[in-house]
Structure formats: C-alpha cells, structure tokens
Nanobody, 117 residues
Framework: QVQLVESGGGLVQTGGSLRLSCAAS????????CGWYRQAPGKQRELVAS???????NYADSVQGRFTISRDSANNMMYLQMNSLKPEDTAVYYC???????????WGPGTQVTVSS
C-alpha cells in the first residue's frame, strides 16, 4: 500500500524559506520518477521540480535558482528546499511518485504554503 505524506508547509513572508518533506511507504523514491507539484487557487496544477529517468533534477522556470529538490535514499524521503519565496509561490504543494514501468501515479494530501507580502 503506497502512502505519501508531505510536511513543512506554513506561512512565511516574502523572502523567507521553507523546507518541504515527503515521506513514502510502499514505494521507493530512488527507483521511480518523483517530484513536487503545486496548485494555486483558480490555476492548473503545475510541476515545480522533479527527478527524471536519469536522476537529474528539473525545475520550472519560475522557481529555477530558488528551489532545490533532493532525496534521501537511505530514509526514502524527498525534499523541496524553497528559498527567496514570493507571493506567487503560494499554493498547495503535492508530493508525487510515478511507479516505474506503469501508468500509476501516487499523490500525497498536500501541504499549504502561503507567502505574504
């Protein structure tokens, strides 16, 4: 049974930092495509950062240089370090894993990030 749980969201002011964590059970981050998505009110869900098939990190243009995705294979954790936060980063952030060689995707319940000015 696959479960993903995000944590670390909260309310910060412009320029602040947050570190999001995703703990997984029943699936291994290092063996699958995984990443972070976000969805702001009234907007489409968008990919923020991910590890591709090669293991390289990819970022949306809007967060390039400010966010860093990482994973800890030993503890089966994935993280998103968010620096220099802007109000436009306000969204619910979701942990996502795509099961290798299948069409199945798994999502956490999300964690709210709110950046105020």
């Amino acid at each position: 049974q696959v479960q993903l749980v995000e944590s670390g969201g909260g309310l910060v002011q412009t320029g602040g930092s947050l570190r999001l964590s995703c703990a997984a059970s029943g699936i291994t981050f290092s063996l699958n495509i995984c990443g972070w998505y976000r969805q702001a009110p009234g907007k489409q869900r968008e990919l923020v950062a991910s590890f591709g098939f090669s293991g390289s990190a990819n970022y949306a243009d809007s967060v390039q240089g400010r966010f860093t995705i990482s994973r800890d294979s030993a503890n089966n954790m994935m993280y998103l370090q968010m620096n220099s936060l802007k109000p436009e980063d306000t969204a619910v952030y979701y942990c996502n894993v795509g099961l290798f060689r299948t069409s199945r995707n798994f999502w956490g319940p999300g964690t709210q990030v709110t950046v105020s000015s």
